[in-house]
């Protein structure tokens, strides 16, 4: 089975400030992980993924990930983060069995104060 | 053209009301995806359409009817809803998985429907 945890319900953190925000995957097989940002009444917006190849991923927004597979881990960072990057973050795995199924994690809300 | 569209955006109607949501995007994707999305929550898969043909289906009531009239194209069937089918429904369109791409899905900004 895949999966994909997100232990933190919220994250805050100043404006300025590194931010972090964990996500730990289950799966049997290569992991394909993937990192969604949401705000308020709309869709989802596609942030990074990692497939394979280099563990540090860079996005969208100045965002990045780090894969680190001995963790299982796939934690998304920003080395300054903006009020503007308040919003609710998922993770995200591709079922390798069913490659039309995703899974998400249960969302960790950033909270970025002025 | 990176957009899936949905309409309306908003939609209150009646528990014996029929109604429909729309999706499309026009990126060549062959799999297209119906969420339902609770406040503060992840998106619940309900149906996927993959090559125009439903591929899973999450046990989703019948009151919701998916269809895909063409590629570009899904639908969402509503009838006789009850209140706690009030959420934003969320599409999303992806690469098929006959191609296997590892490429990410695209979500449309989703339809407001409040069930009174």
């Known amino acids: 089975a895949q999966s994909v945890a997100q232990p933190e319900d919220q994250v805050n953190v100043a404006e300025g400030n590194p931010l972090t925000v964990k996500c730990t995957y289950s799966?049997?097989?290569?992991?394909?992980l993937f990192w969604y940002v949401q705000y308020p009444n709309r869709g989802l917006q596609f942030l990074l993924k990692?497939?394979?190849?280099?563990?540090l991923v860079k996005g969208s927004y100045g965002f990045e990930a780090e894969f680190n597979k001995s963790q299982t881990s796939f934690h998304l960072k920003k080395p300054s983060a903006l009020v503007s990057d308040s919003a609710l973050y998922f993770c995200?795995?591709?079922?390798?069995?069913?490659?039309?199924?995703?899974?998400f994690g249960s969302g960790t809300k950033l909270n970025v104060k002025p | 053209d990176t957009e899936v569209t949905q309409t309306p955006k908003h939609l209150v109607m009646g528990m014996t009301n029929k109604k429909s949501l729309k999706c499309e995007q026009h990126?060549?994707?062959?799999?297209m995806y119906w969420y339902k999305q609770k406040a503060k929550k992840p998106p619940e898969l309900m149906f996927v359409?993959?090559?125009?043909?439903?591929?899973i289906n999450e046990s989703v009531p019948s009151r919701f009817s998916p269809e895909c009239p063409n590629s570009s194209l899904l639908n969402l069937h509503l009838h006789a809803l009850q209140p706690e089918d009030s959420a934003l429904y969320l599409c999303?369109?992806?690469?098929?998985?006959?191609?296997?791409?590892?490429?990410?899905?695209?979500f449309g900004p989703g339809t407001r429907l409040t069930v009174l």
């Open positions: 990692y497939i394979t190849g280099d563990n």
């Open positions: 990126m060549g994707h062959r799999a």
């Open positions: 995200a795995v591709r079922d390798i069995y069913n490659f039309n199924k995703f899974y």
């Open positions: 359409y993959s090559y125009e043909k439903l591929s």
């Open positions: 999303a369109s992806s690469q098929g998985d006959r191609d296997r791409s590892y490429n990410e899905q695209f």
């Open positions: 799966v049997s097989g290569n992991p394909y």
